[in-house]
């Protein structure tokens, strides 16, 4: 997972308009072409991508053309579940299909104790925004502290990684190939050791 150290900053004249609808309504105009929510969805995704760097959220792969995986704005509260947050910039992230998909979280109830107000409310998940994720969910760590195989250290840590998938073995497959080709000059291996990683990366993308 990714500390973020902001959330998407929204004109607050688009924000009132969004403020204006309906809470039961809200889900539905999320997929509207209103100029407000257009704008919104926009600002999300422009400033969700630079902020993150163009990784995801959750599982830190990356994202768009160069990790070849679609960019999904994700609400941290499902819309589905919790409308009258659809519209609240600290409620979204930038994720991956994947992650957002409906193999993982999907509508999964994220909310451990509602509250009147977004900020008040508690959370089974680790809050991007809000939770210091390294109290929580950190990599496992090996000689050489590789960002590879990640691992729950809290009660909270524990039910996101188990609840998002963050330790299955296809993430971790992707990660350390990611590891590899960004390390590899520094790896100084000999290059028929290096020819065979290769080769049994390539293998690992035909596979997947």
Not at 152 to 165: A, F
């Given at each position: 997972m990714i500390k973020l150290p902001r959330w998407a900053s929204?004109?607050?004249?688009?924000?009132?308009?969004l403020d204006a609808i309906s809470v039961d309504l809200r889900p539905k105009r999320w997929y509207g072409r209103a100029k407000a929510v257009v704008n919104f969805k926009d600002e999300i995704l422009i400033q969700g991508r630079l902020i993150q760097q163009e990784r995801c959220a959750w599982c830190t792969l990356p994202l768009g053309a160069e990790g070849r995986r679609t960019v999904h704005r994700d609400h941290i509260a499902p819309s589905s579940l919790y409308p009258q947050w659809t519209f609240v910039a600290k409620n979204l992230v930038i994720s991956c299909e994947y992650c957002n998909g409906l193999a993982v979280k999907?509508?999964?109830?994220?909310?451990?104790?509602?509250?009147?107000?977004?900020?008040?409310?508690?959370?089974?998940?680790v809050h991007p925004y809000d939770d210091e994720v390294e109290l929580h969910i950190?990599?496992?760590?090996?000689?050489?502290?590789?960002?590879?195989?990640?691992?729950?250290?809290?009660?909270?840590?524990?039910?996101?990684?188990?609840?998002?998938?963050?330790?299955?073995?296809?993430?971790?497959?992707?990660r350390a190939k990611e590891v590899f080709y960004e390390q590899r000059g520094q790896l100084r291996l000999p290059a028929q050791e290096e020819d065979l990683i290769v080769s049994a990366l390539d293998a690992m993308n035909v596979a997947l």
């Open positions: 929204i004109d607050p004249e688009v924000q009132k308009k999907s509508d999964i109830d994220t909310i451990k104790e509602l509250k009147h107000t977004y900020d008040d409310c508690e959370f089974h998940i950190q990599f496992d760590n090996d000689r050489d502290q590789l960002p590879v195989v990640i691992k729950g250290i809290s009660p909270k840590g524990l039910w996101t990684v188990r609840n998002m998938k963050l330790d299955d073995a296809g993430l971790a497959r992707e």
